[in-house]
């Protein structure tokens, strides 16, 4: 798991460390994009970013899947997803993640399975699939103190079926 900051970031994508078509794509659908530059753009300082903008961090999964988050703090506010289909087709949309008087609304739906969660008993996802989210963002918080390393996670390599 890779991790660029700063400047590294476009360093990192212009030696070709996740698709560019993909980035670009993401980014298009977003609708709260900054104008100009985003290089210059994410200079800007944010209290919703701590570790500072941009960040990208790159996941390689064992069957070949590549992966990557980039935070573009101070360009845009949207969260944006772009992937390729086996067949060449690339797709992308956005979510809105709330803005700055609601930055952390994205989380009314995890509390909606909590709640649910608490009142039938149940899991509403396989416990694999709350313990793989919760180690990798782990493993991306020990990238922040390790940027530009490679940190290998053999503790990830966890299979489960959904149902």
């Given at each position: 798991m ?29 609708e ?5 530059d ?14 500072g ?18 935070q ?19 797709h ?72």
């Amino acid at each position: 798991m890779p991790l660029a900051k700063a400047e590294a970031v476009w360093e990192a994508m212009e030696r070709g460390a996740w698709s560019r078509d993909l980035f670009d794509a993401a980014l298009a659908a977003c609708e709260h994009v900054m104008p100009g530059d985003a290089r210059e753009n994410c200079h800007r300082t944010s209290t919703h970013d701590p570790w500072g903008s941009p960040t990208a961090f790159v996941l390689e999964h064992a069957d070949g899947l590549r992966t990557a988050h980039i935070q573009l703090e101070g360009h845009i506010e949207d969260f944006g997803l772009a992937l390729r289909r086996r067949d060449g087709a690339i797709h992308a949309n956005r979510w809105e993640a709330g803005g700055p008087e609601d930055f952390y609304g994205h989380f009314a739906a995890l509390d909606a399975k909590i709640q649910e969660m608490f009142l039938t008993g149940l899991a509403p996802a396989p416990i694999e699939r709350t313990l793989l989210t919760t180690m990798t963002i782990a493993t991306c918080m020990q990238a922040l103190a390790k940027s530009g390393q490679r940190i290998g996670t053999p503790h990830l390599q966890i299979s489960y079926r959904c149902e």
